[in-house]
Nanobody, 123 residues
Framework: VQLQASGGGLVQAGGSLRLSCAVS????????LGWFRQAPGTLREFVAA????????RYQDAVKGRFTISRDNAKNTVYLQMNNLKVEDTSIYYC?????????????????WGQGTQVTVSS
């Protein structure tokens, strides 16, 4: 499975960005998907996850109500819509995937990772 994240950039606090992650090598419907981020000097942290079926999502508390994870199986792409961005959201964002047997089970551990995309939020 290959994952390619894009859509990062520089935005002012309060602004929005939408990250995309193009997936190849496996049908998207077989994969649970997630987004993580890592700022300099910190550990990688979970941001959001979505089931293979798309029926359930989970978010880190700090992004609830501001970020939305979604998927388009026809386009083999997962998205992270980020609204009301804060300076502390500045990080490299990574998408991740994992083949699952049960499409409605939410997972937050993944074994396939894409390269990151930089998101910088200025004050």
């Amino acid at each position: 499975v290959q994952l390619q994240a894009s859509g990062g950039g520089l935005v002012q606090a309060g602004g929005s960005l939408r990250l995309s992650c193009a997936v190849s090598g496996r049908a998207l419907s077989e994969l649970a998907l997630g987004w993580f981020r890592q700022a300099p000097g910190t550990l990688r942290e979970f941001v959001a996850a979505i089931t293979a079926s798309g029926s359930s999502t989970r978010y880190q508390d700090a992004v609830k109500g501001r970020f939305t994870i979604s998927r388009d199986n026809a386009k083999n792409t997962v998205y992270l819509q980020m609204n009301n961005l804060k300076v502390e959201d500045t990080s490299i964002y990574y998408c991740a995937g994992r083949k699952v047997v049960l499409p409605h089970v939410l997972v937050t551990d993944f074994d396939n990772w894409g390269q990151g995309t930089q998101v910088t939020v200025s004050s």
